[in-house]
């Protein structure tokens, strides 16, 4: 299991074995949002390691020693991350001018190539399913108000 702790004082990944044992430090930089790969190899996540350029990147860890091993320039820094069907990609929701749509960033490089074609609402969540052959979608309108209370 990986987890985001506050143990070092900063926000960092951690992993247990689900039998139990003494948690184990992944990253000692600020990483948050993991996701471990269906083979257990590796962790998608986000990560500040004072790369000015890349605060908050996406990146793909190796699950035995935490080595970044890819960084990704073209995924959002507040979209979810999920790995994509067979491990070989990731899978994310970017929004442009309030719109959302899922992209597929392949681990070996390249650009990302969009696979929804939504013209309205955000994505606030989504996941494959086991058999990777479809995607559930949480999507919606986010509307905030404000409003004035008088005391007497």
Request: charged share 15%; aromatic share 10%; hydrophobic share 40%.
């Amino acid at each position: 299991m990986v987890y985001n702790s506050d143990q070092s004082g900063q926000t960092t990944l951690w992993k247990v074995l689900f039998e139990g044992g003494n948690p184990v430090q992944i990253t000692s930089n600020v990483s948050y949002y993991p996701e471990v790969s269906p083979d257990g190899s590796y962790i998608a996540c986000r990560l500040q390691d004072g790369n000015a350029a890349a605060q908050g990147s996406a990146v793909v860890l190796s699950f035995a020693d935490g080595a970044v091993l890819r960084r990704f320039k073209d995924i959002p820094e507040v979209s979810l991350i999920k790995w994509g069907p067979g491990a070989a990609d990731l899978t994310f929701a970017k929004t442009i001018d309030g719109v959302s749509n899922l992209f597929v960033q392949p681990l070996s490089g390249g650009p990302p190539t969009r696979i929804t074609n939504f013209n309205t609402e955000q994505i606030f969540a989504f996941d494959w399913s086991h058999s990777s052959s479809q995607v559930a979608i949480l999507r919606g309108i986010e509307s905030r108000d404000v409003v004035v209370f008088k005391t007497q």
